[in-house]
């Protein structure tokens, strides 16, 4: 099946640096990548759609200046995150869909902000 | 806007043995799909099973069917024969049907299930 590339898995870093996350699509090329966010023991939370070459889409409540997404080519797109505080500490997922076929999930980063 | 509705935070099966998860949504769209997502302790996004919405027939997977009652927007998943590696949080997910658009996953609040011997 498809598989889509998250990196880094695990980030510890200090409040106030801006940390990035890679999504790869690395055996088709995803018209649009997903962004979600997973706090402990609930649910995805979409927080914006990217398409190729375009604007991200943000979902309410979520900053657009503060967790920036460039999806440059159909294969990569990156969330930063910038000026990480504790309160961004959360589990990121990253998905890659094209067309009607279901979405493939990369396998998470997680986050913390000391 | 659409909502998908988990009504169980936890079940608990017995191995061998079956489970059903329910799920209804809610929706104005008469085209979607629907999925069953399964998410072990590693937090590894696993699409478990698929249903189109213009589709009758129920999809199956091996072990995993699923109920789907378009008029009463209501889609179960019945796990059979359930083994241990089936604990995991299990999400149902509504996609809107744009043709030939990759749209966003709704999802759950999911439902925690654990197998027992």
């Known amino acids: 099946g498809a598989v889509v590339s998250q990196h880094p898995s695990w980030v510890i870093c200090k409040s106030g640096t801006s940390v990035k996350i890679e999504c790869r699509s690395l055996d088709f090329q995803a018209t649009t990548m997903f962004w979600y966010r997973q706090f402990p023991k609930q649910s995805l939370m979409l927080m914006a759609t990217s398409n190729e070459g375009s604007k991200a889409t943000y979902e309410q409540g979520v900053e657009k200046d503060k967790f920036l997404i460039n999806h440059a080519s159909l294969t990569l797109s990156t969330l930063t995150v910038t000026s990480a505080h504790p309160e961004d500490s959360s589990f990121y997922i990253c998905?890659?869909?094209?067309?009607?076929?279901?979405?493939?999930f990369g396998d998470g980063t997680r986050l913390s902000i000391l | 806007a659409q909502t998908v509705t988990q009504s169980q935070p936890e079940m608990s099966v017995q191995e061998a043995e079956t489970v059903t998860l329910s799920c209804t949504y809610d929706t104005s769209e008469s085209d979607y799909y629907l999925f069953w997502y399964k998410q072990p302790p590693s937090r590894q996004m696993i699409l478990v099973i698929r249903q189109e919405a213009y589709k009758q027939q129920n999809a199956t997977e091996n072990r995993f069917s699923v109920n789907f009652q378009k008029a009463a927007k209501s889609f179960s998943l019945k796990i059979s024969d359930s083994q241990l590696g089936d604990a995991a949080m299990y999400f149902c997910?509504?996609?809107?049907?744009?043709?030939?658009?990759?749209?966003?996953?709704?999802f759950g609040t999911g439902t925690r299930l654990q197998v027992t011997l």
């Open positions: 997910a509504y996609r809107g049907g744009l043709t030939g658009t990759a749209s966003k996953l709704t």
């Open positions: 998905s890659a869909g094209r067309g009607d076929q279901p979405q493939h």
